[in-house]
């Protein structure tokens, strides 16, 4: 018992605790059923948990029973402190975990799972946490979707503070079809009915977006809010429900507020890379004002490169689009409504769109002489387009539109891709421009042939969209059709059904005439009616390079198909030039087939001659086939350089490169370059590769076997020659202007260039045995040499042989021309030549010589020096270099117009024997003048030797003949010579012209001048028994003298005198003939007698045994023989 009352306060305290147990228990039972009956009515509920330590409420898998809203959540806890037990208003924390909400606005709300939840607690949530929640809501204003929320809450004295963040977010504001995504953060107060976003911030991989802002909650509730952004352009544009395809990123600033009635958000931004319907546009700023209900405005300047900036305003509301441009270019929209815009030029005016209906007026301002830029075309003019979207229905009206390619009037209609109704007349200045704007824009290519040019014309197209009707008048200048290009065109071309007929009258420097048109499928005819053509330009047109020019007319038929191009007609011609050579009177027929040329039957006149036959040339197989005659063909019209007339043929058939065709020819009076021959004759073969014509020439040259080989190749693609010429000269007659020259000619000839001024070059090899010399008495023998030739210029590098005995070398440089030798310089060195200069003379002499020829002016000249001279020759006859071993005829030769200019010079050793005596001498002169006049300057003086007179042997003392006058040979002679005769010293003087001597004597002893005659010509001196002028003796013996010279000439005597003579001791005086021959250089006979009687001969021979020592035998008149010694010595 005192246990009992000892521990009595301790049982009751547990009867106390028993009793709390049980009725907390019963009051935990009886709010666990209450709480789980009311969650019943809208939620499924897993598990409801009541926890004393501490005190929370636990509910688990909690799952509204309505759709929408729906929520649900996979765990609920509710704690309370132990003191806030104490409070009549309970503050509590709650913990979502995994909430899931879900609400659609504009959906009906969902009525199942019974009425409202009413819970009636004393509990007030104080603070609370949100773990990986996840909320949906369908608003009006668009779509939100967060997932991944985590989010704190606490509620003290009616202020909320949230703190939210989302992993993921998708945002689709308003009829939006596209999502903004990305990470959101949020921190967001409220006092009282204002809302203070301080932070809304939505970041994804390549967006994002910070708002900031007040929202108050009234009667009408108030928006202030601020955003700066960087968006897809695609997301923005969508959020207002705006048409087209944008592309880049725009970032900027909005302004979202409704202060002054409906809400309004304005903003500006700023676009990079902007594209509108897939086409580029640059950078892009500009404003964005929308107004709730009404619409909004976009205000955009465009930058786009060095383009003008472009400015588009675009209004929108109540499902229409409207707006105005500035310099806006418009592709962005025709490519959104799928028509081609080939149009460079920028725009200015309105456009509309609603309910599908676009129409635009644009007015282009460009300058059209610009022309095109990039393949697309400026514009100036007025322009409405009317388009259908839905139906594809566009209308197009423009008056005095103005481009690059014309000026014209444009309307019509059409269905993209179904039909086309459309007119287009105007001034075209590039036809083919126009017609490609037109395939463009109706994104269609016209079946028809290509047309150029520039003028009027009239355009309908109507029918099938893909293969329209076309007709087509034109006139225009100049104009072109396919291949053709003319000056002036006019006529008309239908296309319907593939098929394309025509009429063209065409009038062009390089034809006229009328082209019937014809043109369907894969092929084409052209009929040409020519009245005037050029044989190039049809060729040309054929793509075919044949060497012949010139105009034509005729009949002739083009025709075009899947197997090429087909060319046939009848041509008539009254000159075409074949290679640069004018040929006449032209006919025949051509046909072009299978990429072959062929002339059927070809006639024409070629320089004087005639050429008939017929020819084909294939240009892809390389075949022939040739059968052409030529006669009478003068070659001189070719080339300035060549002479003579051909006749010739040329005949074979087969494949170039395989097979040659070849002929025969003959040539009458054939030269050229310098060459001259009476005739050449051979056989040719041609080739023909590649559009190049090859010939091969070998023959001979007549007179004489001088065969020669020759290679031409000629392109038809232009007015060229080239090849070479080798072969072997035999008869030097062809090249020489005079006859007899005997050797050979080796040479190697190349030439190109255009026929008329050929381009000559090569090598020439001489050799021979003699080349005479006109007017010269002396030939070139035994030579040699090499030259080089370029064009009419002649090289000699080097050239040898013999003149006169003595090798001589030279070298020169002739030029040809026209006429002949045009200039020329020879330079020749030689030495110990025997040269007989002039008539009746010899020498051994070294020197140089040297020809030079400019123009008609001829030069012979040269330094002699003679080792040599043997002088026969009279000094008063006139000097000539002819021959007559070389004779060239009696007609005037160039040589005798040949200029002289030579210099002889000896130092000892000329000798002069002529009927003045026998003289040693030196020399030193110069030869000037013509070989037909030539003139002497300069001067010869004796050293030693005898001159005759009166049949006396005077010994020189002194001698000098001077020859100063350039006009004439009239030489001064200054003479003074010795003589013994009996016991006379005899001195005999001559001074004076040769033409006009003065001779004086005088004797030792003295004797008059009568007797010293008289002792001269009797050999003894006489008594005067009379009385005789001795001027009449000495006058009569020069007259005498003068006679005897002449004689001695014609019978070829080295004396001969006819003296006067007194007989006996009478006074009668008669005359005595001398004559006198020279046997040998040193034995000479005299034969003297009296012409009065046949008695009195006197016959003297006197032989030179050496210098100064002689025998002399004489029989005198009474017949007489004596022999005499002399001995003859100078003191």
């Given at each position: 018992?005192?246990?009992?009352?000892?521990?009595k306060?301790?049982?009751?305290?547990?009867?106390?605790?028993?009793?709390?147990?049980?009725?907390?228990?019963?009051?935990?039972?009886?709010?666990?059923?209450?709480?789980?009956?009311?969650?019943?009515?809208?939620?499924?509920?897993?598990?409801?948990?009541?926890?004393?330590?501490?005190?929370?409420?636990?509910?688990?898998?909690?799952?509204?029973?309505?759709?929408?809203?729906?929520?649900?959540?996979?765990?609920?806890?509710?704690?309370?402190?132990?003191?806030?037990?104490?409070?009549?208003?309970?503050?509590?924390?709650?913990?979502?975990?995994?909430?899931?909400?879900?609400?659609?606005?504009?959906?009906?709300?969902?009525?199942?799972?019974?009425?409202?939840?009413?819970?009636?607690?004393p509990?007030?949530?104080?603070?609370?946490?949100?773990?990986?929640?996840?909320?949906?809501?369908?608003?009006?204003?668009?779509?939100?979707?967060?997932?991944?929320?985590?989010?704190?809450?606490?509620l003290?004295?009616?202020?909320?503070?949230?703190?939210?963040?989302?992993?993921?977010?998708?945002?689709?504001?308003?009829?939006?079809?596209?999502?903004?995504?990305?990470?959101?953060?949020?921190?967001?107060?409220?006092?009282?009915?204002?809302?203070?976003?301080?932070r809304?911030?939505?970041?994804?991989?390549?967006?994002?977006?910070?708002?900031?802002?007040?929202?108050?909650?009234?009667?009408?509730?108030?928006?202030?809010?601020?955003?700066?952004?960087?968006?897809?352009?695609?997301?923005?544009?969508?959020?207002?429900?705006?048409?087209?395809?944008?592309?880049?990123?725009?970032?900027?600033?909005?302004?979202i507020?409704?202060?002054?009635?409906?809400?309004?958000?304005?903003?500006?931004?700023?676009?990079?890379?902007?594209?509108?319907?897939?086409?580029?546009?640059?950078?892009?700023?500009?404003?964005?004002?929308?107004?709730?209900?009404?619409?909004?405005?976009?205000?955009?300047?465009?930058?786009?490169?060095s383009r003008?900036?472009?400015?588009?305003?675009?209004?929108?509301?109540?499902?229409?689009?409207?707006?105005?441009?500035?310099?806006?270019?418009?592709?962005p929209i025709?490519?959104?409504?799928?028509?081609?815009?080939?149009?460079?030029?920028?725009?200015?005016?309105?456009?509309?769109?609603?309910?599908?209906?676009?129409?635009?007026?644009?007015?282009?301002?460009?300058?059209?002489?610009?022309?095109?830029?990039?393949?697309?075309?400026?514009?100036?003019?007025?322009?409405?387009?009317?388009?259908?979207?839905?139906?594809?229905?566009?209308?197009?009206?423009?008056?005095?539109?103005?481009?690059?390619?014309?000026?014209?009037?444009?309307?019509?209609?059409?269905?993209?891709?179904?039909?086309?109704d459309?007119?287009?007349?105007g001034?075209?200045f590039?036809?083919?421009?126009a017609?490609?704007?037109?395939?463009?824009?109706?994104?269609?290519?016209?079946?028809?042939?290509?047309?150029?040019?520039?003028?009027?014309?009239?355009?309908?197209?109507?029918?099938?969209?893909?293969?329209?009707?076309?007709?087509?008048?034109?006139?225009?200048?100049?104009?072109?059709?396919?291949?053709?290009?003319?000056?002036?065109?006019?006529?008309?071309?239908?296309?319907?059904?593939?098929?394309?007929?025509?009429?063209?009258?065409?009038v062009?420097?390089?034809?006229?005439?009328?082209?019937?048109?014809?043109?369907?499928?894969?092929?084409?005819?052209?009929?040409?009616?020519?009245?005037?053509?050029l044989?190039?330009?049809?060729?040309?047109?054929?793509k075919?390079?044949?060497?012949?020019?010139?105009?034509?007319?005729?009949?002739?038929?083009?025709?075009?198909?899947?197997?090429?191009?087909?060319?046939?007609?009848?041509?008539?011609?009254?000159?075409?030039?074949l290679?640069?050579?004018?040929?006449?009177?032209?006919?025949?027929?051509?046909?072009?087939?299978?990429?072959?040329?062929?002339?059927?039957?070809?006639?024409?006149?070629?320089?004087?001659?005639?050429?008939?036959?017929?020819?084909?040339?294939?240009?892809?197989?390389?075949?022939?086939?040739?059968?052409?005659?030529?006669?009478?063909?003068?070659?001189?019209?070719?080339?300035?350089d060549?002479?003579?007339?051909?006749?010739?043929?040329?005949?074979?058939?087969?494949?170039?490169?395989?097979?040659?065709?070849?002929?025969?020819?003959?040539?009458?009076?054939?030269?050229?370059?310098?060459?001259?021959?009476?005739?050449?004759?051979?056989?040719?073969?041609?080739?023909?590769?590649?559009?190049?014509?090859?010939?091969?020439?070998?023959?001979?040259?007549?007179?004489?076997?001088?065969n020669?080989?020759?290679?031409?190749?000629?392109?038809?693609?232009?007015?060229?020659l080239?090849?070479?010429?080798?072969?072997?000269?035999t008869?030097?007659?062809?090249l020489l202007?005079?006859?007899?020259?005997?050797?050979?000619?080796?040479?190697?000839?190349?030439?190109?260039?255009?026929?008329?001024?050929?381009?000559?070059?090569?090598?020439?090899?001489?050799?021979?045995?003699?080349?005479?010399?006109?007017?010269?008495?002396?030939?070139?023998?035994?030579?040699?040499?090499?030259?080089?030739?370029?064009?009419?210029?002649?090289?000699?590098?080097?050239?040898?042989?013999s003149?006169?005995?003595?090798?001589?070398?030279?070298?020169?440089?002739?030029?040809?021309?026209?006429?002949?030798?045009?200039?020329?310089?020879?330079?020749?060195d030689?030495?110990?030549?025997?040269?007989s200069?002039?008539?009746?003379?010899?020498?051994?002499?070294?020197?140089q010589?040297?020809?030079?020829?400019?123009?008609?002016?001829?030069?012979?000249?040269?330094?002699?020096?003679?080792?040599?001279?043997?002088?026969?020759?009279?000094?008063?006859?006139?000097?000539?270099?002819?021959?007559?071993?070389y004779?060239n005829?009696?007609?005037?030769?160039?040589?005798d117009?040949?200029?002289?200019?030579l210099?002889l010079?000896?130092?000892?050793?000329?000798?002069?024997?002529?009927s003045?005596?026998?003289?040693?001498?030196?020399?030193?002169?110069?030869?000037?003048?013509?070989?037909?006049?030539?003139?002497?300057?300069?001067?010869?003086?004796?050293?030693?030797?005898?001159?005759?007179?009166q049949?006396?042997?005077?010994?020189v003392?002194?001698?000098r003949?001077?020859?100063?006058n350039?006009?004439?040979?009239?030489?001064?002679?200054?003479?003074?010579?010795?003589?013994?005769?009996?016991?006379?010293?005899?001195?005999?003087?001559?001074?004076?012209?040769?033409?006009?001597?003065?001779?004086?004597?005088?004797?030792?002893?003295?004797?008059?001048?009568?007797?010293?005659?008289?002792?001269?010509?009797?050999?003894?001196?006489?008594?005067?028994?009379?009385?005789?002028?001795?001027?009449?003796?000495?006058?009569?013996?020069?007259?005498?003298?003068?006679?005897?010279?002449?004689?001695?000439?014609?019978?070829?005597?080295?004396?001969?005198r006819?003296?006067?003579?007194?007989?006996?001791?009478?006074?009668?005086?008669?005359?005595?003939?001398?004559?006198?021959?020279?046997?040998?250089?040193?034995?000479?006979?005299?034969?003297?007698?009296?012409?009065?009687?046949?008695?009195?001969?006197?016959v003297?021979?006197?032989?030179?045994?050496?210098?100064?020592?002689?025998?002399?035998?004489?029989?005198?008149?009474?017949?007489?023989?004596?022999?005499?010694?002399?001995?003859?010595?100078?003191?």
């Amino acid at each position: 018992m005192n246990f009992l009352k000892k521990r009595k306060g301790l049982i009751a305290f547990l009867v106390v605790l028993a009793f709390l147990y049980i009725a907390l228990s019963f009051a935990k039972s009886l709010f666990l059923k209450q709480l789980a009956r009311r969650l019943d009515r809208a939620f499924e509920v897993g598990e409801i948990r009541l926890s004393y330590l501490p005190p929370a409420l636990t509910i688990k898998n909690l799952k509204s029973r309505s759709e929408n809203p729906s929520f649900s959540l996979r765990n609920l806890r509710i704690s309370i402190g132990f003191l806030s037990l104490l409070k009549s208003q309970k503050p509590v924390t709650v913990e979502i975990f995994q909430p899931i909400v879900f609400y659609d606005a504009r959906a009906s709300k969902s009525s199942s799972g019974g009425g409202g939840l009413s819970l009636n607690l004393p509990l007030v949530i104080e603070s609370g946490y949100i773990n990986n929640g996840y909320f949906a809501f369908e608003l009006n204003q668009g779509s939100y979707e967060l997932s991944g929320v985590s989010a704190f809450f606490r509620l003290e004295s009616g202020r909320l503070n949230l703190l939210l963040r989302a992993n993921q977010s998708k945002i689709r504001p308003y009829s939006s079809k596209l999502l903004l995504e990305g990470a959101v953060e949020t921190l967001i107060t409220t006092r009282g009915k204002t809302v203070n976003i301080n932070r809304l911030i939505i970041q994804g991989d390549n967006s994002a977006v910070r708002v900031e802002g007040k929202i108050f909650q009234s009667e009408r509730t108030r928006v202030d809010l601020r955003a700066v952004y960087n968006l897809d352009t695609q997301f923005i544009m969508s959020a207002f429900s705006l048409p087209f395809v944008w592309g880049g990123k725009t970032a900027g600033e909005v302004t979202i507020s409704n202060e002054s009635g409906p809400l309004i958000i304005t903003s500006d931004y700023k676009t990079r890379d902007f594209s509108l319907n897939r086409v580029d546009l640059g950078s892009v700023e500009g404003q964005v004002v929308v107004e709730q209900g009404r619409g909004g405005q976009i205000l955009a300047e465009i930058k786009n490169g060095s383009r003008p900036v472009e400015k588009v305003i675009i209004t929108y509301g109540s499902g229409k689009i409207g707006g105005q441009m500035f310099g806006f270019h418009l592709d962005p929209i025709m490519e959104y409504a799928s028509v081609p815009w080939p149009v460079a030029s920028a725009a200015w005016g309105n456009f509309s769109y609603s309910q599908g209906q676009l129409r635009a007026t644009a007015e282009f301002r460009d300058k059209v002489e610009t022309g095109s830029v990039g393949g697309r075309y400026l514009f100036n003019g007025q322009t409405q387009i009317d388009l259908n979207l839905p139906k594809k229905d566009l209308k197009i009206q423009a008056k005095d539109l103005k481009s690059s390619f014309g000026r014209m009037v444009i309307g019509g209609e059409l269905t993209i891709g179904e039909r086309i109704d459309l007119s287009i007349s105007g001034q075209f200045f590039d036809i083919k421009a126009a017609r490609e704007f037109t395939e463009k824009i109706f994104k269609t290519t016209f079946d028809f042939p290509e047309i150029r040019g520039a003028g009027r014309a009239d355009v309908s197209i109507n029918g099938a969209y893909g293969h329209p009707r076309l007709h087509f008048e034109f006139s225009c200048s100049p104009a072109g059709f396919e291949r053709f290009e003319v000056t002036t065109a006019r006529g008309e071309i239908q296309v319907a059904s593939g098929l394309v007929t025509g009429k063209v009258y065409v009038v062009d420097k390089n034809f006229q005439g009328q082209l019937d048109l014809e043109i369907g499928g894969k092929q084409s005819r052209t009929r040409m009616l020519l009245e005037r053509g050029l044989v190039e330009t049809f060729l040309g047109y054929l793509k075919v390079n044949f060497p012949i020019k010139g105009p034509t007319g005729g009949e002739f038929f083009y025709l075009t198909s899947e197997k090429g191009v087909e060319f046939e007609g009848d041509f008539f011609s009254e000159e075409l030039f074949l290679l640069g050579t004018r040929i006449e009177q032209v006919k025949g027929k051509i046909i072009w087939k299978d990429e072959s040329l062929s002339f059927p039957d070809l006639r024409f006149n070629l320089n004087g001659g005639q050429v008939y036959g017929r020819l084909q040339l294939g240009f892809k197989n390389n075949d022939y086939d040739f059968d052409l005659k030529g006669s009478g063909v003068n070659l001189s019209p070719f080339s300035s350089d060549f002479a003579g007339t051909i006749s010739l043929d040329l005949i074979g058939q087969g494949v170039f490169g395989q097979d040659r065709p070849y002929g025969n020819f003959k040539i009458d009076k054939f030269g050229v370059f310098f060459l001259k021959t009476a005739s050449a004759s051979g056989q040719y073969f041609l080739n023909f590769l590649n559009n190049n014509l090859n010939v091969e020439i070998k023959g001979n040259l007549f007179p004489g076997e001088s065969n020669f080989e020759t290679r031409i190749d000629i392109p038809f693609d232009r007015d060229f020659l080239s090849g070479e010429v080798k072969g072997r000269l035999t008869n030097l007659d062809f090249l020489l202007p005079w006859k007899g020259a005997e050797g050979t000619v080796d040479y190697l000839l190349s030439f190109q260039g255009p026929v008329s001024s050929l381009d000559l070059s090569g090598a020439v090899e001489v050799k021979g045995s003699l080349i005479p010399i006109p007017g010269f008495a002396h030939a070139l023998n035994d030579f040699s040499g090499l030259a080089f030739i370029k064009n009419s210029q002649v090289s000699i590098r080097s050239f040898q042989g013999s003149l006169g005995g003595g090798p001589i070398q030279g070298s020169g440089e002739l030029k040809f021309g026209a006429s002949g030798l045009d200039s020329a310089e020879i330079r020749m060195d030689g030495e110990k030549m025997q040269l007989s200069v002039f008539e009746r003379t010899r020498s051994l002499a070294d020197g140089q010589l040297r020809f030079i020829k400019e123009g008609p002016r001829m030069v012979f000249e040269g330094d002699l020096e003679l080792k040599e001279v043997l002088w026969k020759k009279e000094f008063w006859e006139r000097l000539s270099f002819s021959s007559q071993a070389y004779s060239n005829g009696t007609n005037k030769s160039w040589i005798d117009d040949l200029n002289l200019n030579l210099r002889l010079r000896a130092s000892d050793n000329v000798w002069v024997e002529n009927s003045l005596g026998r003289i040693r001498a030196r020399l030193d002169l110069t030869i000037s003048g013509t070989v037909s006049n030539p003139i002497i300057t300069g001067e010869i003086e004796a050293l030693s030797g005898t001159v005759y007179f009166q049949d006396r042997d005077f010994k020189v003392i002194r001698g000098r003949l001077s020859f100063f006058n350039p006009l004439t040979i009239d030489p001064y002679l200054d003479f003074q010579g010795e003589a013994y005769v009996k016991d006379y010293h005899v001195l005999f003087t001559l001074s004076g012209l040769v033409s006009n001597l003065n001779p004086e004597f005088s004797s030792s002893p003295p004797l008059p001048t009568e007797e010293i005659l008289s002792l001269l010509a009797l050999g003894e001196s006489y008594q005067r028994r009379y009385f005789l002028d001795p001027t009449q003796m000495s006058t009569a013996s020069l007259i005498s003298y003068q006679l005897a010279k002449k004689s001695e000439s014609l019978f070829s005597l080295d004396r001969f005198r006819l003296d006067p003579f007194v007989m006996g001791s009478t006074s009668e005086i008669t005359a005595r003939l001398t004559v006198g021959k020279r046997l040998s250089k040193n034995f000479f006979l005299l034969y003297s007698t009296n012409l009065a009687t046949q008695r009195e001969e006197i016959v003297r021979l006197e032989w030179e045994l050496s210098g100064g020592f002689s025998l002399v035998a004489i029989r005198n008149e009474l017949g007489r023989v004596s022999f005499d010694l002399k001995l003859r010595r100078r003191f």
